[in-house]
Each structure stands twice: as structure tokens, then as C-alpha cells.
């Protein structure tokens, strides 16, 4: 071989690049419009029949390829996400359900405010933020709220726990006309706050994004619903979700967050926990990622992206969440627990644990 035909072969590849970059939008194009006619038909944007023939269809000239099936499904199923990403923006932006409507957005500057800025105006909305800090993406910005008429169809509350306590209370003085509508991590420190809007004859609801504010695509996320008494904004936010695959869950005020202590506080403190227990141990990260295995990529990856979060944020979902104590609580009981077998070699004990664990966990149903 020679440098000649090093050169060649590079450049072949570098046509290969092209060919497939132009084929994946010549796809996404595709996806608009089989997204537009799906519309039409009010259909819904995913069909996991359909999905399951791609990749049984692709699969099977992967492996007439010489591709393996994992190379083969991972490639697929990401054009697919892309499809329905497209597809979802499309059919929020055309159902224009904001459409000469306002909504204001107070702490809109955080990254969940940003990202309901763009959601609210992809449905129509006319949106203003209102926060000290200035939001990134050039969107119409105040620094108070305080100083605004309040007359708003929307006014969304997206600041951190404890100020969106007092912000739902100071609302509640100002009686505006539109909806509130919250989105905190943990509800029991708006309890106040919500009473004082219902009092004052204010449409109110709550709801919990589970998901950050790096998710393009909502299908196969949850949005929690909690009625709060007020027919009128808890329709409103359901219909604002309607056309994206996110799934709606009602939930109780109360039980939500006994849910949250287990699935926000266990396992964010689960993740601290083992981030500070490796930082402890004297060992370099790189070094042990250079040693590691599958499991501790997994588990790496996870701890970094909590490592990465707003510290008070995380605080808050531990500090202020009235269930939270009683999981810690177990999560140190667990760790006591298996120390425990350990350092007696009660190996007995420990099959039982992981036994008990794996019997619990065949419980959840495969996700699609």
C-alpha cells in the first residue's frame, strides 16, 4: 500500500460520509411529511408496529451484510428518534394551541424555564420571562414580575422550590386572571401557596416534567398532573401535552412525594453517595475508567451527569421533600446491610439480598 492509495481510499470514505449525511436528511424529510399526512388522519405520531418492522427489515440486511444486529438496531433506532422528533415539533407547532395567547414564565432564566419558553412558544404562545437573570436564547425578557399587569392566559413558575413557595403566595395577593401552573421537584413546600391561590379564586395546577432540559423528544416521558382543584388549568396543561407522545400521569399532591423521595431522593443520593465514596477512596477517575467494566461505565456515566446538576436544586429535592428522610433512611440500612455480610462472610445472607433484589425487579415490564 501507498500513501497514494491511502489517499484514495480516504477519499472514498469521505464520499461514503456525504452519501449518508445526504440519505439521513433526505429521510427526515420523508418523516415531515409522513408526520404531516398522520396529522390529518389523527393518527399518532408513534406506532410500534411500524418501528418493529424496520428494525426486523433492517436487521435483516445488516445481517446479509455482515452487520452485526446491535451496529444495525443502534443506527436505526436513532433515525427513528429523529423521525419523531421532527414529527413531534411539527405537530405542537401546528396545533398552535397558544395561538394569541400570552404566557409569562417566572424564573424562565433556569434551564426547565428556557425550555418551557420554547415549548410555549412553539405552540403559539406569546412568551415573556421574567427573572433577574437575563434568559440565554434572546427570549423577551423582566427582571420583576412584580412589576407586570398579570394578565397573562399562562403564568408558569419555574423557579427553585423555596422561591416558588413564596412566589405562589405572592400571587395569590395579585389574583391574576390567566392559569398558574407550577413545576417543582417537590410540592409539599407549595402546599401554602396553592391553598392561598385556590382561596383567591385562581385556576391552578401542578406538574412535574420528568424529564431535563436536554430532552428534544418526549415519547416514552412522563409528565405528572396533579388537580388541584381547578378544572380549568389542569385542561389547560393536558391539552398543552396533547400533541406530543410525553405521557400524562395523574397523581395526588400527597403521593407524589412519597414517589419523588424514592424516585428523585433515593437515587440522586444514591449517585452522590458513590461519586463521593470513589473521590474517598484516593483513586484517580481516569484511572479507574481506564480499568473499568460495563457495569461501572453505566454506573460512572450516571453519577456524572448528577455530579454535573445544580447542587441547590438537588438540596432541595432531598432538604425539603417530607418523605425524603425515610429513604435515605433505607438506603443506609441497605449499604449496613450488606457491610455487614461482608465482613462476617455470611455469604448466605448476601445470595438471599441479591436474590430478594432480583425477585423485586422482575416485576417491571420491558419499556419500549
Given at each position: 500500500m501507498t500513501e497514494h492509495d491511502l489517499s484514495s481510499l480516504r477519499s472514498q470514505l469521505a464520499n461514503l460520509d456525504e452519501q449518508i449525511i445526504r440519505l439521513a436528511a433526505k429521510r427526515r424529510a420523508l418523516s415531515i411529511d409522513i408526520g404531516k399526512i398522520k396529522q390529518t388522519m389523527d393518527r399518532p405520531s408513534r406506532d410500534f408496529a411500524q418501528e418493529s418492522a424496520v428494525l426486523k427489515r433492517a436487521n435483516q440486511v445488516g445481517t446479509a451484510l455482515g452487520l452485526s444486529s446491535e451496529f444495525t438496531e443502534k443506527l436505526?433506532?436513532?433515525?427513528?428518534?429523529?423521525?419523531?422528533?421532527?414529527?413531534?415539533?411539527d405537530r405542537v407547532a401546528t396545533r398552535q394551541l397558544g395561538a394569541e395567547s400570552r404566557a409569562l414564565i417566572i424564573g424562565g432564566a433556569g434551564r426547565m424555564g428556557t425550555w418551557f419558553a420554547h415549548f410555549l412558544e412553539s405552540a403559539g404562545f406569546d412568551v415573556l420571562v421574567a427573572d433577574p437573570i437575563a434568559p440565554p436564547e434572546g427570549i423577551p425578557h423582566v427582571a420583576d414580575w412584580q412589576d407586570l399587569p398579570l394578565d397573562m392566559e399562562l403564568i408558569v413558575v419555574a423557579a427553585p422550590i423555596r422561591t416558588s413557595a413564596k412566589i405562589l403566595s405572592d400571587l395569590a395577593l395579585r389574583k391574576p386572571s390567566g392559569c398558574v401552573v407550577d413545576i417543582s421537584s417537590v410540592k409539599t413546600p407549595l402546599k401554602p401557596g396553592f391553598d392561598a391561590l385556590r382561596k383567591a379564586g385562581v385556576a391552578v395546577a401542578s406538574i412535574h416534567p420528568m424529564f431535563g432540559p436536554d430532552v428534544a423528544l418526549l415519547s416514552g416521558r412522563h409528565?405528572?398532573?396533579?388537580?388541584?382543584?381547578?378544572?380549568?388549568?389542569?385542561?389547560?396543561?393536558?391539552?398543552?401535552?396533547?400533541?406530543?407522545?410525553?405521557?400524562?400521569?395523574?397523581?395526588?399532591?400527597?403521593?407524589?412525594?412519597?414517589?419523588?423521595?424514592?424516585?428523585?431522593?433515593?437515587?440522586?443520593?444514591?449517585?452522590?453517595?458513590?461519586?463521593?465514596a470513589l473521590k474517598e477512596g484516593g483513586q484517580d477517575a481516569a484511572n479507574l475508567s481506564r480499568l473499568s467494566s460495563s457495569t461501572f461505565d453505566a454506573q460512572m456515566g450516571i453519577a456524572a451527569g448528577v455530579s454535573a446538576e445544580n447542587p441547590h436544586l438537588y438540596f432541595e429535592i432531598q432538604a425539603l421533600n417530607a418523605y425524603g428522610p425515610s429513604a435515605i433512611a433505607a438506603l443506609s440500612d441497605a449499604v449496613e446491610k450488606i457491610r455487614a455480610c461482608i465482613e462476617s462472610k455470611d455469604e448466605t445472607t448476601f445470595v438471599n439480598i441479591m436474590a430478594a433484589g432480583h425477585d423485586y425487579l422482575q416485576t417491571l415490564k420491558p419499556q419500549s
Open positions: 436505526i433506532l436513532h433515525l427513528i428518534r429523529s423521525s419523531l422528533t421532527v414529527q413531534e415539533h409528565v405528572m398532573v396533579i388537580d388541584l382543584g381547578s378544572t380549568r388549568a389542569t385542561e389547560l396543561v393536558c391539552t398543552l401535552f396533547e400533541p406530543t407522545m410525553a405521557k400524562l400521569v395523574p397523581v395526588d399532591l400527597e403521593e407524589h412525594d412519597r414517589l419523588m423521595a424514592q424516585v428523585l431522593g433515593l437515587s440522586h443520593a444514591l449517585n452522590i453517595a458513590f461519586f463521593t
